[in-house]
């Protein structure tokens, strides 16, 4: 995992006091005080946290027009499981059902 980019970190510190506190409280609470957000920013397991969310946004994940599509694609995978699985249980049937 790598640290946020140097552009994450500057970003947040552009922001007013008050919206840096309200983003500081999705932190850990040791992490929540001023004092400890330089750190918190430096660790791997927000900037793993940061590479998740970035790959969601970039799949389209959040994108509201793009939602119905990865619905309609999620159902038709699964429909498309579920017929391989009939098959393959009927295929069991068939071959099982003259052994016994």
Do not use: I, N
């Amino acid at each position: 995992f790598s640290p946020l980019a140097p552009a994450v970190r500057a970003a947040f510190d552009s922001l007013p006091a008050h919206e840096q506190a309200r983003l500081a409280a999705f932190l850990p609470g040791p992490d929540r005080e001023p004092a400890a957000w330089a750190q918190a920013l430096r660790s791997e397991a927000l900037a793993q946290a940061v590479d998740c969310w970035q790959g969601h946004l970039a799949a389209g994940e959040f994108d509201p027009t793009v939602e119905d599509v990865l619905r309609v694609r999620r159902a038709s995978a699964l429909r498309k499981a579920e017929r391989t699985q009939q098959l393959h249980l009927e295929r069991l049937r068939q071959g099982g059902g003259g052994g016994g």
